[in-house]
């Protein structure tokens, strides 16, 4: 029996129900119901309204959205009577719809998601997706990519506007920012906030305490990540019902692998989500907004899941307690300056202009609270990547600027709250020898991950671990610099999280091996997704730059992306911009005002410099709430009160528990839709099992194993876990010491032990092959004795000064190989497991006076054939070591 004014007494009667107001029409507390999700919307359409036919996957519950279309033109009419229909009872209301109109009832679309309306200078448009396919799923919740969208103009006599007419023009404008591209959404999962914020808020729930909001003071949605909020807001005040029928989406990122461990499945999900406020491209949108948000503002969340269990519940009735669920996040964002860079004078490097000196540094202020408030009131550390020297000041400029507006915030902070600021030349660093950035970048993620802890969700809050604070990288672009900064850190996190799922022991994870490399992919994915969206072309520096691999095609591919780059920024970026804003509701068109594509600058659109309400302080420049530590805020409010969640609480204030509280079966267990396992998402999704699959791969099981056992693994497994204010440490092994102590011309003892003397003879014996590997290479030809050193032959000592180097080849009396197909046929070849060294060659080196190694970085390319901690010396060696020492008395022997 249906309610007395419902809709389908009304259509069913032939009444006409828009005479009445929605009894919501005032209200903007959105409601959402759980009973069933609405997936698949067909719009149809009579002379008078506009019905929307909402169902959910298994098409067997239906809702109507009624849209008036006799109102004028600028006004939108929206009602919904909240009434769910069977099939047999919607069939019989379109049925009835057709009878009762005269030009019947005409089908336009059928889509997969309602994403909001639009006005330019006539009608409404209705955005509908009608197309998507999935990218991820996250607790047996799928989301989305938007794959194709249309137009529904809302008007009963519409007719294609003239092509120079304003109205063609805007609809152009809007239609440049391809919503194909990159747009993401979700029918039951919220992508806008982080999993912990969504998991910490359904434990409040089970204890009845929503009074607490998570984020402070953000209690839904996060407006910041919400990029159709503009095309929703006409909605709020039509009904209460707008997130049953309207999806929220977000513009970034979103990808996910399959880690097989032993036939474990392991789930990386990498999540980035843009602001739309300040929101443009390159050089049109730099440093910070009068409100405090900066350009290329993206938070990136790094969700990791053992995927033994689909959904976010334990089995045995539980709610939101699985503990195989994790997540890590970071920060990126321009630097908090008022700055600018004119790309007019067509160069690729334009001048920085900082605009404004606010001696206060307002909008900076705004933004570090805005971070306090969103990241739980932990610390914020700060990465600042840019130069720290220059010839003339370009970056510099910043670097000052941006130290004295932390050192004046930090000055009035309280002590336990102060920003951690870190100042690093990256691009300095890239172009020293060895692998500087990579050893910079692993010490600091530890440190990192160390002071702001990953989440791990738990059965209850007692056992809950939360993050706290935010790392908050930038360069200039936040793009190349920055993504490489937020792989390294990524990958220690991702260290820490599969520790915390029981999956390792040790949070290193090593470099080349399956899933470093998988996820060295997903941030190379990323960091170029963001690069199109913000400076037009892919990242011009990837981690192969910053490794110094494939260091030949690598320069060209950048070379090819600077230039994408320059010329996207030139000439495309304006009309990208128009876009932006008008998607966004940045500008909105006016009888009277200037049309969007004559606008000088769009500055004011992005900046109010009216003050409402109170002024801010200069000294007190935070709100207090925000600094509050949400860990101590759930241990005041909840566990020390004894109010933690139990079975109990849930079924006092869950409602449906311990039933259909989650709809995840539904979303997750696709009806109608699966024919072909190859169509299966799980199944088309990006492995680690292709690595093993590949012919030209080594065949590793452990995903955990290095292909390529290179000497920066070894290095870098000594970090430290240890938190102090200096950071991590490296802890030496004795060979290591020993080592150092030999290089560094010291005395070691009067007699040395094998070891050291096996040392003393390699180490020598590759301070040669350092300095004269030209010479070396054009001698031995084919045989390359840089990359396996292997030398045999009689131990004849041949005065070079007399005696050239082709005639002790041709003797015999030196013999170079590598490890190739020519080499190991030869049936002369000794293949040994460490070096022979004649003293010819000794002779040959002394001769050369070749003394070029001042550290253990510099012997990196040799540690992958040597491994010090278990050479062997014989009876040989031992000769060759008193022959050595005999051959000339020079001290320069004796290293």
């Not at 103009?153 to 109205?167: A, F, G, L, Q, R």
């Not at 440190?447 to 791990?456: D, P, V």
Request: glycine share 6%.
């Amino acid at each position: 029996m249906d309610p007395p004014g419902s809709l389908h007494e009304d259509v069913l009667s032939g009444n006409n129900m828009f005479g009445k107001q929605p009894l919501s029409a005032f209200s903007t507390k959105q409601r959402k119901t759980t009973k069933f999700t609405l997936t698949k919307y067909t719009i149809y359409e009579t002379q008078e309204r506009m019905y929307i036919v909402g169902s959910n996957k298994r098409e067997s519950m239906f809702r109507i959205l009624e849209i008036d279309l006799s109102v004028p033109e600028d006004e939108l009419a929206v009602l919904e009577d909240n009434i769910f229909f069977t099939r047999s009872e919607i069939m019989d209301v379109l049925a009835q719809l057709e009878n009762a109109s005269d030009s019947g009832l005409n089908k336009k679309v059928t889509g997969y998601g309602l994403l909001g309306f639009i006005r330019f200078t006539s009608c409404y448009y209705l955005v509908v997706v009608t197309e998507c396919s999935q990218v991820a799923v996250i607790g047996g919740h799928s989301v989305f990519h938007i794959d194709a969208t249309e137009l529904i103009p809302i008007s009963n006599n519409y007719k294609k506007p003239d092509k120079y007419s304003n109205e063609a023009k805007l609809i152009s404008s809007f239609s440049s920012l391809d919503l194909t591209k990159t747009f993401y959404f979700s029918y039951t999962y919220d992508i806008t906030n982080t999993l912990q914020t969504n998991m910490l808020r359904e434990k409040l729930r089970a204890v009845d305490r929503s009074d607490i909001s998570i984020p402070s003071g953000i209690s839904s949605y996060n407006e910041m990540f919400m990029w159709n909020n503009n095309l929703l807001s006409p909605l709020f005040n039509c009904f209460d019902a707008v997130h049953d029928w309207f999806q929220c989406i977000i513009h970034g990122f979103i990808d996910q692998v399959n880690v097989s461990i032993y036939g474990k499945s392991i789930h990386i999900t990498l999540i980035a989500r843009r602001s739309h406020h300040f929101a443009g491209a390159r050089f049109l949108k730099r440093g910070v907004n009068t409100k405090g948000f900066v350009a290329n503002e993206v938070e990136t969340e790094q969700i990791v899941s053992d995927m033994i269990l689909t959904s976010f519940h334990e089995p045995g009735n539980g709610f939101f307690d699985s503990d195989c669920y994790t997540s890590f996040v970071q920060h990126r964002g321009s630097i908090p300056l008022y700055w600018t860079q004119e790309a007019s004078n067509l160069t690729t490097k334009p001048p920085i202009e900082i605009n404004v000196l606010d001696p206060y540094f307002s909008p900076a202020a705004l933004h570090f609270d805005k971070l306090f408030q969103r990241y739980g009131g932990g610390t914020i550390q700060v990465l600042n990547l840019i130069k720290t020297k220059e010839k003339n000041p370009r970056e510099t400029k910043l670097l000052v600027e941006f130290e004295e507006c932390i050192s004046y915030l930090n000055m009035h902070l309280p002590e336990t709250r102060k920003i951690d600021y870190t100042s690093w030349d990256m691009s300095r660093a890239s172009k020293q020898d060895g692998q500087k950035v990579i050893e910079f970048l692993e010490s600091y993620a530890l440190k990192t991950i160390l002071e702001t802890g990953i989440f791990h969700n738990g059965r209850d809050f007692q056992t809950t671990n939360i993050q706290q604070g935010i790392c908050r990288s930038n360069c200039i672009d936040c793009l190349d610099r920055t993504n490489a900064a937020q792989f390294v850190i990524g990958k220690r996190a991702l260290g820490e999280q599969l520790k915390q799922l029981g999956i390792v022991e040790d949070t290193y994870l090593e470099y080349d091996s399956d899933i470093v490399n998988i996820l060295t992919e997903l941030f190379h994915d990323l960091g170029d997704t963001i690069a199109l969206q913000y400076g037009g072309s892919h990242l011009v520096n990837t981690m192969e730059t910053y490794r110094k691999i494939n260091q030949w095609s690598s320069h060209s591919r950048d070379m090819v992306e600077s230039i994408k780059r320059f010329y996207s920024n030139s000439f495309i970026d304006a009309q990208r911009q128009d876009a932006i804003n008008l998607f966004l509701g940045n500008y909105v068109w006016r009888e009277q005002g200037t049309p969007i594509w004559e606008l000088n600058t769009d500055f004011h659109l992005h900046n109010d410099y009216l003050m409402d309400g109170p002024k801010r302080s200069y000294t007190h420049w935070w709100n207090d709430y925000h600094l509050q530590s949400l860990g101590d805020l759930l241990q005041k409010e909840i566990i020390l009160k004894g109010n933690d969640v139990s079975k109990a609480k849930l079924a006092m204030n869950v409602r449906g528990y311990p039933g259909a509280f989650d709809n995840y079966w539904n979303e997750y267990y696709l009806p109608r839709t699966v024919t072909w396992i190859q169509d299966l998402f799980a199944f088309k999704m990006n492995s680690t099992r292709r690595y093993q699959s590949s012919k030209k791969q080594k065949d590793v099981t452990s995903p955990f194993e290095s292909r390529k056992q290179s000497w920066i693994n070894k290095k870098l497994k000594g970090i430290a876990p240890h938190k102090d204010d200096t950071g991590p440490v490296i802890t030496e092994s004795d060979e290591l010491i020993l080592a150092k102590t030999i290089i560094s011309g010291a005395t070691v003892s009067d007699e040395p032990t094998p070891w050291e003397t096996e040392f003393r003879l390699s180490l020598y014996h590759l301070r040669g092959v350092l300095e004269s590997r030209n010479n070396l290479e054009n001698n031995f030809g084919s045989y390359s004795a840089i990359d396996n050193p292997v030398f045999a032959g009689d131990y004849n000592v041949v005065d070079l000064e007399t005696t050239s180097i082709d005639s002790a080849l041709s003797a015999g009396e030196i013999r170079g190989g590598a490890f190739s197909e020519e080499v190991e046929t030869d049936p002369t070849f000794q293949s040994r497991s460490y070096f022979h060294v004649t003293p010819v060659n000794v002779q040959y080196y002394e001769h050369t006076d070749s003394h070029v190694a001042d550290n253990l970085t510099q012997l990196g390319e040799y540690t992958d054939y040597l491994d010090f901690k278990n050479l062997k010396v014989d009876s040989c060696d031992m000769k060759l070591y008193n022959d050595m020492t005999n051959v000339t008395p020079r001290e320069n022997l004796v290293l």
